[in-house]
Structures are given as C-alpha cells and as structure tokens.
C-alpha cells in the first residue's frame, strides 16, 4: 500500500479491510505491516525569532533512496502571514474513523501557536499540498481561546485542538473543536473542565471512554523563554488531566509535583483495548507511567529517571530535558529524546512498568561527542521525533521553540536546524545514526528555518488512534 501513489481502490475509499471503508487502517498491525515505506514527509518550519522577512512554512522532504531528490526540500507552502509558530500539525481524519465511509485523510490542519491562525491544506498530492481555507484569529478569540497546540482527528465528524491559552494568551486553556467537512468552528469541545488551567498535549482511547491532556503553562508564560523564577512560582505544569470522552467532562487529576515539572507529550498505548501509556516530564526529566485502575481511577509511577549533569558553561545542573516521546506501533519500544543532553533514547517496554534501555544515540547538545554530520555543525540536538511505521527508521528535528532556541541553541536561530534519521532493528533492539541522512533547514528557499515536527502522508504512530 504506497502512501504517496495511493491506487485507485485507496483514493475513493482509503483501504479494503471491513464492510465499511474509511481513512487510514483498522489496526495498529496493518498500518504498520501493510503500508509501504515512507516516501515524502511534510515538516513544519517556522521563521518566528529569525532575521527574516519570510513567513513560516510547511516543507515537502524527499525521504526516498530512490529519487534523484532524496534529502532535499521540494516543496514548501509559505503561510500568507509572518508570525505564526507553526508547531504541531494534524490531519482531518485517521485510523479512528476507520469505518466512516466517504472519508478520506487528504487535508492537514495546521496551527500557528503564538498568532492563533489555523491553516488548513489539502494535501491530497503529498508532493504539492495548497492553502485552502484560513481561520482567522479573531474568530478562535471568539471563544476566549488562543495558542493553539496539538491536533487530533476524532471520530463523528470532528478535529479536537488544544489550546493553551484564553483570547488573551493566560490561564485556562480549552479544546477548540472543528468541523470535519467545512473546517468551521463548533466551539469549545469540552462541557466541563473541572480544575484543568494549564494545557498542552492529549491522546484518547474511545474504547474506554477516556481522554488525557497534559501541563506546560500559560503562552505569557513560556512565550518569551524559559526563566527558572517561572518555575519556582509554580507557572509551570506538574499534571496531567483524565476527561470523560463521552460527556466531555474533567474526571480526576493525576499531579506529579517535582517528579513530573512541565509534563509535555502524552502517548498511551496503540492497541485500543489498552488503558496505560507515557508522558515525559521536561523539566523533571522524567518519564512517567499512567494507567487505569480497576475501580475506574488512574494511577502514576516513574519508571525512568535522566540525571541532571554539570556542563562548565552552566551555573546549574544540565538537565536531559525530555522534550519528545512515541511508542512505536507494535507497542515495544519507547523513544524519547532529551534535547538539552543530546541524545535520543530507546526502551524496551514488552514490560510496560519495567523499561529497558537498550539504545541511544548522541547527536549534538551539551555533551554529545558527535556535533558534526556530513561537515555540518548539528545546531542543537534531537528534539520531535517521527518512526517509520514499520519501525525500522526514526527521524528527529532540533528546533524545540523560537525563543527556547534562541535562548539554548542560539545558531538554530541564525543558521536553522536540520532533519536526522537513525536506522533501526527491531529484532535487535537497536539503532544507528545514518550518516548519509541530512536536510539542512539552513538552506531552505528563502533562508533559514527551524525544522520542527514531522508527519508521513498516510498516517503515523503519533497521529492515528484506534477504536
């Protein structure tokens, strides 16, 4: 099943696997044992922080061995407004409208986090995708929202985007809900938000009638950097949220304190009959278990730990930052990345509250033996990751956010950051960074931007839910 040349019985009903067809795949297992290798990868690239007249945009990488165009940029959608910050991005409809006949994946949403803009493109040639449609910011204000983050197609119809912050850019953030065929605003999608402020990522399994979203603070807060009297008066996230998927209402509060400051990607297991997962704590460097318990509540542990390290430069402890998590599709291994180390991590979690490290690979950051690749400085250090569905590539960016980079990895704002990848062996648990693997964002049409998050045409493990 090609993901970039979808044949004809794909184009009008997405694949062949049930009674009713839809978009992406009944199963975890047959997206990743059934579709082909990735060919094309739409990556954001913002140009907020950067000397440059240029407006963000979404990048078209070649990532087939194949092409004459392997490792190169080419495509590249520029918004119609500097200034937004794309961040994360997501699709119209995946894998948990399975079985909604008549719809396709062939629209990105795309957000931009400090301007509230909502772009919206069709991207059903994945080599040539166009703007059609703009949300302007004034119409997300409306709802007294702003600083809108992660994106989630749901089933009925429907996109959920967390938003982080009020029409103002402070506390409490929401959950903006869009319509799937028109991409107009339905309004807020939560009913009652019980004691959630603070708003980031979320994840959701239907099948349990569960949703869970996670802490980083208010846009005025993390907007202009990262300042530790933020943290001491307590500005930033230590919790993530359990929701009622159904009613859309505010269940529990699982709060971590210091073993779980500034919680940011929340990931639980693929197979839908599941009830636990992951969320790495930044700031903490800490990886952190969730789960159901039997009598309906949640539980928490940490199950791995990064030790802050001391760096000459620094006048503080270094710590690892943990900045990005996945799982991959068949639920064995954890990657995460910690951005301010350098290194970028895989766990086996065939036993989910025991992970195993059994790989790891530095590329850049503070400590880091390797800082250069193919002769280029690597600015920064793996920071949003994106696997292969099969498992058996894994690709990371550097850029973590305009003033957050500007403030630790200052050449990613003057020189851009760049694409990575690592092959890996799932047999084997093990990876290897591919050196004739790089696109170098410093060079992208029009100057310089920051790589950031990454998406397969066709769906990936950290976009598609299952019912």
């Keep these: 099943m090609s993901t970039d040349e979808p044949s004809e019985t794909e184009t009008a009903h997405g694949h062949e696997h049930h009674d009713v067809e839809g978009p992406g795949y ?21 140009r907020v922080g950067m000397n440059s007249e240029k407006a963000d945009f979404v990048g078209v990488v070649d990532i087939d061995p194949e092409s004459a165009t392997y490792c190169e940029l080419i495509d590249t959608v520029e918004m119609p407004n500097r200034g937004d910050e794309l961040h994360h991005f997501g699709w119209n409809s995946c894998s948990s409208s399975c ?53 989630h197609c749901v089933p009925g119809g429907k996109i959920v985007i967390s938003m982080l912050g009020d029409a103002d850019g402070e506390l409490p953030g929401g959950f903006l809900q869009l319509d799937q065929e028109d ?44 300042d530790l009297d933020d943290v001491e008066a307590g ?24 073993e779980g400051l500034i919680p940011l990607e929340i990931r639980m297991l693929h197979n839908p009959e599941a009830t636990e997962g992951y969320v790495g704590a930044a700031l903490s460097s800490n990886i952190i278990r969730f789960w159901e318990c039997n009598d309906g509540t949640w539980d928490w542990e940490k199950v791995i730990d990064i030790e802050d390290r001391e760096h000459p430069d620094w006048e503080m402890p270094v710590p ?21 180390h350098g290194d970028c991590r895989m766990y086996d979690i065939s036993d989910t509250g025991n992970p195993r490290l059994v790989d790891r690979i530095w590329a850049g950051g503070n400590f880091g033996d390797r800082q ?43 020189r851009g950051s760049l694409m990575m990848k690592a092959d890996v062996s799932p047999e084997k648990g093990r990876m290897e960074l591919d050196e004739d693997f790089l696109v170098d964002f410093g060079d ?13 045409p066709g769906g990936d493990c950290t976009s598609d839910v299952w019912q």
């Design 372 to 414: 250069q690749i193919q002769g280029t400085d690597i600015r920064g250090a793996p920071q949003m990751l994106q696997l292969s569905r099969d498992g058996r590539r894994l690709y990371w960016t550097t850029s973590l956010f305009s003033s957050w980079d500007n403030q630790f990895y200052p050449d990613i704002g003057e």
């Design 99 to 151: 079985h909604t006949e008549g719809l396709q994946r062939d629209h990105l949403v795309v957000p931009g986090q400090r301007s509230s803009r909502i772009h919206v493109l069709d991207a059903s040639d994945p080599r040539n995708p166009e703007i059609e449609r703009v949300i302007e910011p004034e119409e997300v204000f409306e709802y007294d929202l702003s600083a809108p983050h992660t994106v």
């Design 320 to 340: 690892g930052l943990v900045t990005d998590t996945l799982i991959s599709l068949d639920d064995q291994y954890l990657f995460f990345s910690n951005w301010l």
């Design 26 to 46: 009944p199963t975890p297992a047959a997206m990743r044992t059934e579709s082909a290798r990735e060919k094309t990868a739409f990556v954001m690239a913002p």
């Design 235 to 258: 500005n930033y996230g230590d919790s993530i949220h359990i929701w009622d998927w159904n009613t859309r209402e505010h269940r529990e509060t699982l709060t971590f304190g210091e």
């Design 444 to 456: 992208a049409p029009g100057g310089p931007a920051r790589a950031h998050e990454i998406r397969w």
């Design 183 to 226: 991409f107009t605003i339905d309004g807020h999608w939560e009913a009652d938000r019980g004691d959630m402020a603070m708003n980031y990522d979320y994840w959701y399994q239907p099948r349990h009638d569960v949703m869970l979203s996670t802490e980083w603070a208010a846009p005025t807060t993390y907007y202009p950097g990262f």
